[in-house]
Nanobody, 127 residues
Framework: QVQLVESGGGLVQAGESLRLSCAAS????????MGWFRQAPGKEREFVAA????????YYSESVQGRFTISRDNAANTVFLQMNSLKSEDTAVYFC????????????????????WGQGTQVTVSS
């Protein structure tokens, strides 16, 4: 079992930055691939970014490529999402996810790939 707790959300203006954190606990947390998804009101949960257990293979959605950076600190069992140049369309609840496997495949952009989820943190970007 892996437990996930997100933090760092808030209200910012367009163009500003936020850094989300996801603290993971559980026996296999440091060996799990980790990801971020988001869900805006009335929309499906969508993939944002993911990283393998070693922290050297990041993967991003096209909508955030070049603006967001995912990283991890395995010693602290924490995954980060640095979000720069935020836009109003980035407004959503952001969820941290963990997989039972440590690697990423093409299917990792699907919610079905991920086994554990946090409760989410709200990010609101005003224009």
């Amino acid at each position: 079992q892996v437990q996930l707790v997100e933090s760092g959300g808030g209200l910012v203006q367009a163009g500003e930055s936020l850094r989300l954190s996801c603290a993971a606990s559980g026996r296999t947390a440091s060996r799990s691939a980790m990801g971020w998804f988001r869900q805006a009101p009335g929309k499906e949960r969508e993939f944002v970014a993911a990283i393998n257990w070693g922290g050297v293979v990041p993967y991003y959605s096209e909508s955030v490529q070049g603006r967001f950076t995912i990283s991890r600190d395995n010693a602290a069992n924490t995954v980060f999402l640095q979000m720069n140049s935020l836009k109003s369309e980035d407004t959503a609840v952001y969820f941290c996810a963990a997989a039972s496997r440590g690697t990423l495949t093409g299917g990792s952009s699907s919610t079905r790939y991920w086994d554990y989820w946090g409760q989410g943190t709200q990010v609101t970007v005003s224009s």
